[in-house]
């Protein structure tokens, strides 16, 4: 039996992949979520786009689907259901046309919100591998997981493609045992163990790595939706620790021009968080190829997004228009009969990092526990009594030394700023002769009502017990 698995690993057919473009790229599609066993118009107005590349982002196939209904497959299943997808005219069209970049997301990988426990995911590797043609000499072919990353264009016109596998290193999720009213579905809830991760040590060094290199514009392919926080399902906010890593990561490298491409929910929509970089971080999530609702229904909660195309199959182009003095990047969501659905534009511009703001020499970023804010996500509760925490970035002493000022960011006019405002109440104990140094990067904990002042988020803190400064363990 292991000898024939062994076999049928071997016999995927993997079809010849076009040349990559050697020019600048101006015209990317990108999409996820198709079943191979149910019809895929999309795929030829897809291809009719003619993008000089394209981003599977996941659910390339559904590997655990059998009759209808949810079932974990052995290897053989897995290589069959790439089979059949292979056998597809469509898809062999889009091939010879689009030079293709994909990750997988749980049903490619083989089991539904499959992580790092999946018993085939090695094997799902090879296969994986082998239907989307990596050479079989490549690094990719040995390494753990199918991250990758290609460039293209020459400078100043760089587009840099970043591949997360959000799947094979994932610890596992943690679901409520209380069903949301009114429906049937068990929420997933935030895991913040200290050895809880998405992406893995290894995935984490080495993206690291690539978002220190040059580049122009840079997508980042998530299969799960990055920005959204609302929905109860999959995304990165179940792991909030991972999330402010990765926004950490990408303000530390000072990565510029980075836009998020998303999969997995079977709708389309558009996000934007303006908080947690130094610009605008837009989220723009394509899924349902064949997979998303075909009759009407209300958008599902997101208080980030700006765009949204809640039903009907879709897949999501982006535009970039290299010509215009400022380039011009468009991100739509297109439905079956090819045409705009949504759209955001975006000068390239404005996905610039400020110049001179920089985390604080030695300070480090601590894990949240339990029910503990970053400063991104307690910007987004004012009016609501919040803990929160990070480490002190810049600040002073004000009011003839009433008060301390202890700031998230370098700079405090930064949009992104947080603000703790220790009171002279709060100097007591063991801050009764706190300065500004007492704080200076270190790691701060505050508990208190977020309120805004100037627009600018703050909690006051005017009792010694409502503030503490946290130590690595």
């Given at each position: 039996?292991?000898?024939?698995?062994?076999?049928?690993?071997?016999?995927?057919?993997?079809?010849?992949?076009?040349?990559?473009?050697?020019?600048?790229?101006?015209?990317?599609a990108?999409?996820?979520?198709?079943?191979q066993?149910?019809?895929c118009?999309?795929?030829d107005?897809?291809?009719?786009?003619?993008?000089?590349?394209?981003?599977?982002?996941g659910?390339?196939?559904?590997?655990?689907i059998?009759?209808?209904?949810l079932?974990?497959?052995?290897?053989?299943?897995?290589?069959?259901s790439?089979?059949?997808?292979?056998?597809?005219?469509?898809?062999?069209?889009?091939?010879?046309?689009?030079y293709?970049?994909?990750?997988?997301?749980?049903?490619?990988?083989?089991?539904?919100?499959?992580?790092?426990?999946?018993?085939?995911k090695?094997?799902?590797?090879?296969?994986?591998?082998d239907?989307?043609?990596?050479?079989?000499?490549?690094?990719?072919r040995?390494?753990?997981?199918?991250?990758?990353?290609?460039?293209?264009?020459?400078?100043?016109?760089?587009v840099?493609?970043?591949v997360?596998?959000?799947?094979?290193?994932?610890?596992?999720?943690?679901?409520?045992?209380?069903?949301l009213?009114?429906?049937?579905?068990l929420p997933?809830?935030?895991?913040?163990?200290?050895d809880?991760?998405?992406?893995?040590?290894?995935?984490?060094?080495?993206?690291?790595?690539?978002?220190?290199?040059?580049?122009?514009?840079?997508?980042?392919?998530?299969?799960?939706?990055?920005?959204?926080?609302?929905?109860?399902?999959?995304?990165?906010?179940?792991?909030?620790?991972?999330?402010?890593?990765?926004?950490?990561?990408?303000?530390?490298?000072?990565?510029?021009?980075?836009?998020?491409?998303?999969?997995?929910?079977?709708?389309?929509?558009?996000?934007?968080?303006?908080k947690?970089?130094?610009?605008?971080?837009?989220?723009?999530?394509?899924?349902?190829?064949?997979?998303?609702s075909?009759?009407?229904?209300?958008?599902?909660?997101?208080?980030?997004?700006?765009?949204?195309?809640?039903?009907?199959?879709?897949?999501?182009?982006?535009?970039?228009?290299?010509?215009?003095?400022?380039?011009?990047?468009?991100?739509?969501?297109?439905?079956?009969?090819?045409?705009?659905?949504?759209?955001?534009?975006?000068?390239?511009?404005?996905?610039?990092?400020?110049?001179?703001?920089?985390?604080?020499?030695?300070?480090?970023?601590?894990?949240?526990p339990?029910?503990?804010?970053?400063?991104?996500?307690?910007?987004?509760?004012?009016?609501?009594?919040?803990?929160?925490?990070?480490?002190?970035?810049?600040?002073?002493?004000?009011?003839?030394?009433?008060?301390?000022?202890?700031?998230?960011?370098?700079?405090?006019?930064?949009?992104?700023?947080?603000?703790?405002?220790?009171?002279?109440?709060?100097?007591?104990?063991?801050?009764?002769?706190?300065?500004?140094?007492t704080?200076?990067?270190k790691?701060?904990?505050?508990?208190?009502?977020?309120?805004?002042?100037?627009?600018?988020?703050?909690?006051?803190?005017?009792?010694a017990a409502?503030?503490?400064?946290?130590?690595?363990?």
């Amino acid at each position: 039996m292991l000898r024939l698995v062994a076999l049928l690993i071997l016999a995927v057919p993997a079809l010849a992949q076009v040349p990559a473009p050697k020019g600048p790229v101006s015209r990317i599609a990108f999409g996820s979520c198709a079943d191979q066993n149910k019809p895929c118009p999309i795929w030829d107005k897809l291809t009719a786009t003619k993008p000089e590349l394209t981003l599977m982002l996941g659910d390339t196939i559904y590997a655990d689907i059998e009759n209808g209904r949810l079932k974990k497959p052995d290897v053989a299943k897995i290589k069959a259901s790439w089979d059949e997808l292979a056998a597809l005219p469509a898809w062999k069209k889009l091939r010879a046309s689009s030079y293709i970049l994909a990750t997988w997301d749980d049903h490619d990988y083989g089991h539904n919100d499959a992580g790092v426990e999946w018993e085939h995911k090695d094997a799902a590797q090879k296969l994986f591998h082998d239907f989307f043609g990596t050479p079989a000499d490549s690094p990719r072919r040995t390494q753990k997981g199918v991250h990758h990353a290609e460039t293209f264009g020459p400078e100043g016109k760089r587009v840099q493609v970043l591949v997360l596998d959000t799947r094979y290193f994932r610890t596992p999720l943690r679901k409520s045992d209380k069903r949301l009213p009114g429906t049937g579905i068990l929420p997933y809830l935030p895991v913040t163990d200290a050895d809880a991760t998405t992406l893995g040590a290894e995935q984490w060094k080495w993206l690291e790595a690539e978002l220190k290199k040059p580049a122009e514009v840079r997508i980042l392919c998530s299969s799960i939706q990055l920005v959204s926080d609302d929905h109860p399902f999959e995304k990165w906010a179940n792991m909030p620790n991972e999330r402010t890593k990765l926004y950490d990561l990408i303000n530390s490298t000072g990565a510029n021009g980075v836009i998020v491409v998303s999969g997995d929910r079977h709708l389309g929509e558009i996000s934007v968080d303006t908080k947690s970089l130094g610009y605008p971080l837009y989220d723009a999530t394509s899924s349902g190829l064949n997979q998303a609702s075909q009759t009407f229904r209300l958008p599902e909660a997101n208080k980030q997004r700006v765009s949204a195309m809640p039903w009907g199959n879709n897949y999501g182009t982006i535009l970039i228009d290299w010509a215009a003095t400022d380039p011009l990047i468009s991100l739509q969501l297109r439905g079956d009969d090819g045409e705009v659905s949504c759209q955001v534009k975006v000068p390239l511009s404005k996905l610039q990092p400020k110049k001179g703001v920089r985390p604080v020499a030695g300070a480090k970023v601590l894990p949240l526990p339990d029910g503990v804010l970053g400063p991104a996500d307690a910007a987004k509760k004012v009016g609501e009594q919040v803990t929160v925490q990070f480490a002190v970035a810049a600040g002073r002493v004000v009011s003839g030394g009433k008060r301390i000022l202890l700031n998230s960011e370098a700079d405090f006019r930064d949009k992104d700023n947080f603000t703790v405002v220790v009171n002279e109440k709060a100097m007591t104990g063991k801050f009764e002769k706190a300065t500004f140094d007492t704080f200076k990067g270190k790691t701060v904990r505050a508990k208190g009502k977020v309120t805004a002042f100037k627009d600018a988020p703050q909690v006051q803190i005017d009792d010694a017990a409502n503030l503490e400064i946290v130590e690595a363990k």
